[in-house]
């Protein structure tokens, strides 16, 4: 976690991502990537394209007050002594991530989940659902305040798969990073019914190739997977929740289906994502 993108639109939300991101960076002397994106709609008029965007008077505007808006971020107390590059772009939010990703070698992806529906634009259809899908990096979506973000319990719900051993991996890193126990988590649905000897099977052979020794297994049964992270994660007061994700198949992959209302309303905890 020594690089660190943190996307902006100054919003409250996108601020308590950077603040975490500046604990983070902090903890392990990293620096920070203070990204906004330009929504102009340049891509309706061809003969702004090009080299010539940063010239028009619209860009020229825009970027002037994005600058002015950073200098006010950078002034926070929390961001003294932290390394900060700030940079102003033009694509589609997803691409310009993934762009920025690419050039920097960024570790991490933090961003803010906007309003009361919580997940609901992270995982329908809004530009973090399409940076969670596309980024090669995990993806920590934060939407609350957190003065002091610590992983105590961290929940990595799966369903145990070979394809997911390196998200794993990515995942104990991070849990090892915090000193934080790791909860595997299996759900157990009725449509998918899968016998508890037989999910712990599958999880000791997932795991056997890991030198992590801080966790436990939970095989937790619910109406759906959804309803199964959610109310495990309350029930242990979880810190982070972590997933994997199937790139352009994106969370549904995982899900087996839509998000459920129950999930997007009352996912309040972080949730990282791994890309498979």
Same mark, same amino acid.
Request: aromatic share 10%.
């Given at each position: ?13 996108? !601020? +308590? ?6 604990? #983070? ?23 702004? %394209? %090009?080299?010539?965007? %940063? ?63 919580? #997940?609901?634009?992270?995982?329908? %259809?809004?530009?973090?659902? =399409? ?18 973000? &610590? ?13 997911? =051993? ?5 995942? &104990? ?15 157990? &649905? ?9 999910? !712990? &099977? ?12 801080? +966790?436990?297994? !939970? ?16 029930? /242990? ?13 994106? /969370? ?10 129950? #999930? ?7 949730? /990282?994502?791994?890309?498979?």
């Amino acid at each position: 976690m020594k690089k660190i993108l943190v996307p902006t639109d100054f919003s409250d939300q996108a !601020n +308590y991502a950077l603040e975490v991101a500046a604990q #983070l960076a902090r903890k392990n002397n990293g620096e920070i990537y203070l990204l906004h994106m330009l929504d102009l709609p340049l891509n309706q008029i061809p003969e702004l %394209g %090009g080299d010539t965007v %940063g010239n028009i008077p619209e860009a020229m505007f825009f970027m002037k007050l994005a600058h002015n808006k950073f200098e006010e971020i950078l002034s926070q107390d929390f961001l003294k002594g932290i390394t900060i590059h700030e940079t102003v772009d033009f694509h589609q939010t997803f691409e310009g991530i993934k762009n920025t990703c690419k050039e920097h070698q960024v570790d991490m992806v933090i961003m803010g989940s906007h309003g009361a529906s919580g #997940l609901k634009e992270m995982f329908i %259809g809004s530009n973090t659902e =399409k940076v969670v899908r596309t980024s090669d990096v995990p993806v920590l979506v934060i939407k609350n305040e957190h003065e002091n973000f &610590t992983i105590n319990d961290f929940v990595f719900a799966s369903d145990f798969k070979n394809d997911s =051993k390196e998200t794993y991996k990515q995942a &104990t890193e991070l849990a090892e990073a915090f000193n934080s126990k790791m909860h595997l988590l299996f759900v157990n &649905t009725p449509n998918r019914f899968t016998t508890t000897a037989t999910a !712990n &099977t599958r999880i000791l052979d997932f795991i056997k190739d890991s030198d992590f020794s801080n +966790y436990e297994i !939970n095989i937790f049964n619910d109406e759906s997977v959804e309803k199964g992270i959610l109310n495990f994660s309350h029930i /242990i007061g979880a810190d982070l929740i972590g997933i994997s994700t199937h790139g352009r198949q994106g /969370i549904a992959h995982f899900f087996n289906g839509s998000i459920s209302e129950d #999930l997007v309303n009352h996912a309040k905890r972080p949730v /990282i994502t791994f890309k498979i």
